[in-house]
């Protein structure tokens, strides 16, 4: 399709100090008193045809990031270029066809499936809209999209309440399709099914990526499904980006101890690796977004804390060749010289057997 | 294995609900056992009677729809199935504790977290207020939450989800029982905060010796802290043992297959790595099933599978499988 395209163009999406702040009203006059900086300047590039992973807690903005990276929210700051094109203010009729080809499949399949809407006609609608195929073609093309997902084109004119939850994720699948992307945004896809389902999904979404050539931002809090899933990684905290690299860079040389942390509280299915595994418990929460520490924001937590990390809030740097990490301690640790990663058993963190 | 203390045995424990739809059996004939001081994993897929297996034992069922219509759980020499109200209401707190998924809302937003804590030790243990407040404190203290003594004025909103869970457990541990039933506790907590409540639940396990029953649908909680587990699918035990046994030497598809189905954070992937998944989906519990209902799903399936449900089959010590399949020696399995 899409042959007017520059091909030759290595990025799919570019992300340039992209802030989403929400405004904190109080008061009769419904004055804005703060704001809840749910993503605060983050970078990054996703290539064509590859799966870009974005983990953190929830409240880090990696679901905010994905929606404004869509426009369904309008950021704050910064910059989306997608495909080359500039998307903040672009032209209506323009965007329109952007959006054609930036679509989204979303946690939730019991909330993000109109009720009252045959499952064929969920479908259909995108095609419609955008007129990607003929009129009288639209039923084939349905049935198509329901084959593509694993589903048999019999139920079309079933609603969403008939199927079970893996089921409707396929719905949102084809969905997502409908309108011929290049770009999908997963939101958190499988978070809301049942372990042996989930598998199910995750292998249809990366056939889908092979055989129709789709570049995804796959967002996530389960980090071995990341790690499974991505080609490259970012881990954020607090609305910034504190880690990027290639995901096994990233899941062996962790240089950002909240990476560290974060990749040490998951347990892992095995009762004899367990037993053995050194395990980081961070102390406290996450801090309130809206009003984030001073210095590092992971500062308040972390076990390698210095005086600086409280005042000076580190840069995202380059330590090795495509694996960029903001941290106050990966010169002292050595990680930066190649040397291995940050053993933080070592330090002040509270850690256990 | 006579070493251990008993505290809880369950009985082929059946539990229906009564629907417009027709009958759900929801828990089908369910067996197991607990220890003092061990922690039994039971893990399954929503749906699975996970749940309900364990609200059955302490007669919280709504009924109707619900309904216990058989077994037996001993509780020393006392069945709990056969107490009246007012005596499973005194298990409940005093020898029983219960903490749930959900910290948001399981806690009385419109009272102070020391009253829900001092609570069960007025009702139950004949402390007066004053008395029952300062234990609080140092409830509150032991599960981990800083400067308590104020925090005993603070409404539950005041408290972030992992702060409140901790609250839960406080509150599930007013008077000490012997059991504590964790009912997907950290389900709903980020993977930090995870962390830390696994911590305090084995740091409590092996402090007070309490026995757990660890119900989740995550393996790897279950790796972490259990002991033994037990896998549940349809409203049935499909496996159980002890969990170096049950992870090591998988010995029901389901198990197996849902062991193969889980990516590592802790192995390399190659990107063109399929997961291996179970096809098909979680028979609809309305259906009357004949024969092992997995038999759908399952790889090994033959003739029998479809007509002849399985019991749990002793395979070695405690390790036993639901299933007509040996799949070590590749042929049916032969029941002495």
């Known amino acids: ?353 | 294995m006579n070493d251990f203390e008993k505290v809880l045995q369950v009985d082929d424990l059946r539990t229906e609900f009564h629907t417009l739809g027709g009958v759900v059996r929801a828990v089908n004939g369910v067996s197991f056992h607990l220890n003092r001081g061990e922690v039994l994993g039971v893990v399954g897929e929503s749906g699975c009677g996970k749940s309900v297996s364990m609200m059955s034992l302490l007669q919280l069922i709504p009924n109707p729809p619900g309904r216990i219509v058989d077994g037996t759980a001993l509780l020393g020499d006392r069945d709990l199935l056969a107490m009246s109200q007012s005596e499973i209401r005194e298990v409940r707190s005093v020898e029983v504790g219960m903490i749930f998924q959900d910290p948001m809302t399981s806690l009385n937003p419109v009272l102070t977290i020391g009253t829900q804590i001092a609570e069960p030790l007025v009702e139950h243990k004949d402390m007066s207020w004053g008395e029952a407040l300062d234990r609080s404190v140092e409830l509150l203290d032991k599960v981990g939450i800083p400067d308590a003594a104020e925090r005993i004025n603070d409404y539950p909103h005041q408290f972030s989800g992992g702060m409140r869970q901790r609250v839960m457990i406080a509150i599930a541990l007013a008077c000490s029982p012997p059991i504590l039933i964790a009912d997907e506790p950290t389900t709903a907590l980020d993977v930090t905060i995870q962390a830390q409540i696994l911590e305090l639940l084995n740091d409590l396990r092996n402090s007070e010796g309490m026995g757990m029953i660890l119900i989740t649908h995550d393996l790897g909680v279950i790796a972490r802290l259990a002991d033994r587990v037990a896998v549940m699918y349809a409203g049935q035990i499909v496996e159980t043992g002890s969990a170096q046994d049950v992870y090591a030497n998988p010995s029901h598809p389901y198990t197996q297959g849902l062991l193969e189905s889980l990516p590592r954070h802790d192995q390399e992937h190659s990107s063109t790595e399929r997961l291996t998944s179970i096809d098909g989906q979680p028979p609809n519990m309305l259906d009357p099933i004949d024969g092992c209902p997995f038999a759908a799903r399952c790889k090994y399936v033959f003739d029998r599978c479809k007509t002849e449900n399985p019991n749990l089959i002793v395979l070695e010590g405690q390790h036993s499988s639901a299933c007509w399949w040996d799949m070590k020696n590749e042929c049916e399995r032969t029941v002495e």
């Open chain 1, 1 to 353: 399709m899409n042959v007017s395209e520059p091909l030759n163009n290595k990025n799919m999406l570019r992300v340039k100090n992209l802030k989403v702040h929400f405004p904190i009203r109080r008061g009769v006059l419904q004055r804005q008193v703060g704001a809840v900086r749910a993503v605060d300047g983050i970078t990054f590039d996703i290539l064509r045809g590859e799966t870009f992973g974005l983990v953190g807690e929830s409240g880090c903005g990696k679901t905010t990031t994905g929606r404004a990276i869509l426009q369904l929210y309008e950021p704050t700051a910064g910059e989306i270029e997608f495909d080359g094109v500039k998307l903040a203010h672009l032209d209506p009729k323009l965007m329109r066809d952007m959006r054609r080809r930036m679509q989204m499949i979303f946690q939730d399949p019991f909330a993000s499936l109109n009720p009252r809407l045959s499952v064929g006609a969920t479908i259909a609608e995108p095609i419609r809209i955008h007129g990607t195929v003929d009129k009288q073609k639209i039923q084939d093309r349905v049935n198509h999209l329901l084959e593509v997902v694993g589903l048999s084109p019999d139920v079309a004119s079933r609603f969403p309440h008939e199927f079970s939850g893996g089921q409707r994720q396929r719905v949102g699948i084809a969905r997502a399709l409908a309108s011929e992307p290049d770009f999908i945004v997963c939101d958190e896809p499988i978070s809301a099914l049942d372990v042996s389902i989930q598998a199910q999904v995750v292998n249809l979404i990366e056939d889908l990526r092979a055989d129709i050539g789709l570049t995804y931002l796959f967002i996530g809090h389960d980090l071995s499904m990341i790690r499974h899933i991505s080609d490259r990684v970012a881990v954020m905290y607090l609305g910034h980006i504190v880690e990027l690299a290639e995901t096994d860079q990233l899941f062996v040389n962790a240089l950002n101890p909240y990476t560290v942390s974060l990749i040490s509280a998951i347990p892992v299915p095995d009762p004899v690796i367990e037993a053995k595994r050194q395990r980081i418990v961070l102390q406290g929460d996450v801090p309130n977004p809206a009003n984030p520490p001073k210095g590092c924001l992971f500062s308040t937590r972390c076990p390698l804390v210095v005086d600086e990390c409280r005042t000076n809030r580190p840069e995202l740097k380059e330590w090795r060749p495509g694996h960029y990490a903001a941290c106050h301690r990966i010169d002292e640790m050595g990680a930066g010289k190649g040397l291995p990663p940050i053993r933080l058993e070592q330090n002040s963190g509270q850690t256990s057997q």
